[in-house]
């Protein structure tokens, strides 16, 4: 359906061997839609086996188990190599399923502008969001309006915490704190921080020994005209949050104790290798350097997601492209429920609707 091709730069010399047994923590309202385009293009395009839910996440907000994988069973286990959608994070049930060499690696962001974010991202769903009058409401007595045992109102009270698998109303403790972080320390092989997107990309790329195209990307799922947070908003939403606020501020240092290691000015030189390949490849790619919003976009396998009284922003490929770098830019901006459609039809479905799907996608536009 996606032409396996790569119009890429000649990769480098390395002596390192690319991993492809990955398992992702997407965690919500973290950048994770972005980094999923990027597994999601490297699986397809390596022809790798992705654990894909039975429906759009492995049946969020309940904990993953390995039955809610389609096609797993106990009996005639498969073999997978990524695990990357939405999940509550189980480690015992992820292990049935993926390989035991497998790399783990998730994505943290300040919980003051993943609060904002979260907010009127799930202001439909969550309880709290709704029943307070504004976000300003909601920063300045967050307890009045939470009700902390209602369904989806976990987006309201330490996110990270609650994807990563923990109780995240639990009272904050300096020791209870401590614990959930040395937990994830031991799991993951690394946690990305997603205010310095671009130097995640980097380590990411080292960590898994990939080629810089592997890890260009143009961002996706962005909302149009985010809330600019006051310092008192921000400081207010980190208390609220405090779990995750501990937790990011601790992997916030091993971060940046890891881009010490590899180098400043190595990242420094990286980071901006990075951004040229994007600037040429959004040149080749897309129509505008802007995003713009899904009404904009006339392929609806392009249209992202739009929450009610929102809009998502997306990306439009120019018609002009020939066929082989079209499906390159393609993949590069098709959003996450999409992709998820495509590849569970590659994996499910019979050879007559593959084909069908791909001489559609080579008409697209």
Request: proline share 5%.
């Amino acid at each position: 359906y996606f032409p396996s091709v790569r119009c890429f730069s000649p990769p480098l010399p390395s002596s390192c061997q690319a991993k492809t047994h990955i398992v992702f923590l997407k965690i919500h309202k973290t950048a994770g839609s972005t980094v999923l385009n990027i597994l999601h293009r490297y699986g397809d395009e390596n022809s790798l086996t992705f654990a894909l839910p039975i429906s759009n996440d492995f049946n969020y907000v309940s904990y993953f188990h390995s039955n809610n994988v389609k096609g797993f069973t106990h009996y005639k286990r498969k073999s997978y190599d990524i695990l990357c959608h939405h999940m509550r994070f189980n480690l015992r049930e992820v292990k049935k399923v993926m390989p035991a060499d497998s790399f783990y690696f998730t994505i943290l962001r300040d919980p003051a502008t993943m609060a904002e974010s979260a907010f009127f991202y799930y202001r439909k769903a969550c309880i709290t969001f709704k029943n307070s009058p504004n976000l300003t409401a909601f920063i300045y007595n967050p307890s009045k309006y939470h009700q902390p045992n209602k369904l989806f109102n976990h987006y309201a009270h330490n996110l990270m915490w609650f994807d990563l698998g923990f109780n995240h109303n639990a009272p904050f403790t300096e020791d209870l704190a401590s614990e959930g972080v040395r937990s994830v320390e031991k799991t993951f092989n690394l946690v990305l921080i997603a205010e310095y997107f671009d130097e995640s990309m980097i380590l990411l790329k080292e960590e898994l020994c990939w080629e810089l195209d592997d890890v260009v990307t143009f961002k996706l799922n962005s909302r149009a005209k985010p809330t600019q947070l006051e310092p008192e908003d921000i400081k207010r939403l980190r208390a609220w949050n405090a779990l995750d606020w501990y937790l990011y501020v601790y992997f916030n240092q091993t971060f940046w104790d890891k881009v010490e290691r590899f180098g400043r000015k190595k990242m420094n030189m990286e980071v901006t290798r990075l951004r040229k390949r994007r600037q040429q490849l959004a040149e080749l790619c897309l129509e505008g350097m802007d995003p713009v919003g899904a009404n904009q976009i006339q392929e609806k396998a392009l249209k992202p997601y739009q929450p009610e009284n929102l809009t998502i922003l997306g990306w439009r490929v120019k018609n002009t492209l020939g066929p082989t770098a079209k499906a390159r830019c393609v993949r590069m901006v098709t959003p996450e429920l999409q992709y998820l459609y495509y590849l569970d039809t590659w994996h499910f479905h019979s050879n007559s609707i593959k084909l069908a799907l791909h001489k559609w996608k080579e008409g697209l536009g």
